[in-house]
Structures are given as C-alpha cells and as structure tokens.
C-alpha cells in the first residue's frame, strides 16, 4: 500500500464561496474541456447526445433547496464537488500498485495512469464520490488541480490556476496554499469561518467550503457554528444538517 508524506512546506486547494456560486456548470464544462484536450488527456463520453448519455467527470455541481424558516420560501443553493485533496486520503493508502500518490511537495492527490489497473479501491475508499472509473482507458480519473496549467510557467501567472476557477463567472472559486496564513484562501476561509466536508470522517480535507446564507439572515451574524455531530451520515445528510444551521 502507499504511504502518505507530510507535505510540509505547501497545501495546494480550493475555496468555494457557496453563497455566491449559481449552478451554472461552467467549472463542469471547462474541466471537462481542458481535460479532454490533446491526445494524452481523454475523459469518455458515449451516447452523449442520447437517452443514455455515459461519460466521465471530473466535477459535479449538486443542486439543494432548503425552506427559509422566517419566509416559508424555497431557497436554492449549489454545491460544486470534486477530490478534496485530503490529508489523510484513504484513497492512496488502499491503492495496491501505488498508482494513487499524494505530491510531497504541495499536497496534491494524483494518479499514475500507467500503473493504475482500475481495481476501483480508491474510489470505494474515497467517501465523496470523488473518483471514477474511465470506461475508454479502464484507469480512474480525480480532478488534478490542473497540475498541467499550474506547473506550466510558459502560461502567464493570472493563468496558473485550475481551468474550474478561472472559468467560474461569479468567483466563487479560489486557488492558493493553505499552509500559507498570508494567502488568499487562507485569509478568506479564516474570516468567513470556511468548513471542511464531512470533517468526521477524519480525512482532513484541503479544500474548504464558505457556507450560503439565507437571505433573510442577511447583515445578521453569520458565525455559524460548524462542528461535526456524531449522527452525521454521507454527504447528502452533512449538507442537509450544515443548511440546517443557517
């Protein structure tokens, strides 16, 4: 099995705002194009435009409605996922061949498509739903941070951040260190009390969430109090009870 490092010196994520993210699939639609570009970087796609469609993602964008209690209103919130780029991801230490490995030096969870045999371990390990199984290649695919874009210096440097975020139209999306208390991110996520996702599962994920606030809440105090509770079960209930608390 593969053994996890420390990554001491950067811890590279994303920050989404999702008070201001509308839904609209841009971050979907570019990560798919940027990582369907070139002969080298496919993601599969079958009866696109059919009853069936089958294909593989590397981002989802998941849609919520929560009651405003005050208003009795339906409000809709959106809530982009992708790999979280955890600390402790299980993912890499169940990987048999060592083909999922964390970059030492900034954190960064990738595969190695040339030793993957799509033995679907990390998946199965993984408890966001962050990877899947490329039906084209047989290898699993995970969001890369776009290690392609941020490692390429003949980009200018406003371009060296994940395709998601530099397409997002509302900038809801952040880049940076975290490991950095200067950066944007950290400087973000600390004012606005920035969450991690189903903290009790224990993976320490890097990127962090900025929770909506309900509109009727609007100029009232927004430090919500976000520790795990012990029933907390699967993503669809941590959203549920993180709504819940607005």
């Not at 290690?147 to 900038?171: F, H, M, Q, Y």
């Not at 320490?204 to 900025?210: A, D, E, I, R």
């Not at 430090?223 to 795990?228: A, D, H, R, V, Y």
Request: glycine share 6%; charged share 25%; proline share 7%.
């Amino acid at each position: 099995m593969t053994n996890l490092p420390k990554c001491e010196n950067k811890k590279l994520g994303l920050l989404i705002d999702l008070d201001i993210c509308v839904g609209c699939h841009a971050c979907v639609v570019s990560c798919k194009e940027w990582n369907s570009s070139g002969e080298t970087k496919q993601l599969s796609d079958s009866n696109a435009h059919q009853k069936e469609p089958v294909g593989t993602f590397l981002n989802h964008v998941h849609s919520f409605e929560k009651v405003n209690k005050d208003s009795e209103e339906s409000e809709p919130f959106y809530f982009p996922k992708s790999c979280l780029h955890c600390e402790d991801a299980p993912c890499v230490t169940v990987c048999p061949t060592g083909a999922s490995h964390k970059r030492p030096e900034d954190g960064i969870v990738l595969v190695n498509e040339e030793d993957c045999m799509g033995c679907g371990l990390c998946a199965w390990a993984c408890p966001y739903g962050a990877r899947e199984l490329d039906l084209l290649s047989g290898v699993m695919k995970k969001c890369t941070l776009c290690v392609d874009r941020i490692d390429n210096l003949d980009l200018p440097e406003e371009d060296r951040v994940p395709a998601c975020v530099k397409s997002c139209p509302t900038g809801a999306r952040f880049f940076g260190d975290f490991n950095d208390p200067n950066s944007e991110v950290s400087k973000i996520s600390n004012a606005r009390h920035g969450v991690d996702l189903m903290p009790e599962m224990k993976t320490k994920p890097v990127n962090k969430y900025l929770l909506p606030r309900i509109k009727s809440n609007f100029g009232k105090d927004q430090n919500i109090e976000t520790k795990s509770e012990p029933n907390i079960s699967g993503f669809l209930s941590w959203v549920d009870k993180a709504l819940d608390k607005l």
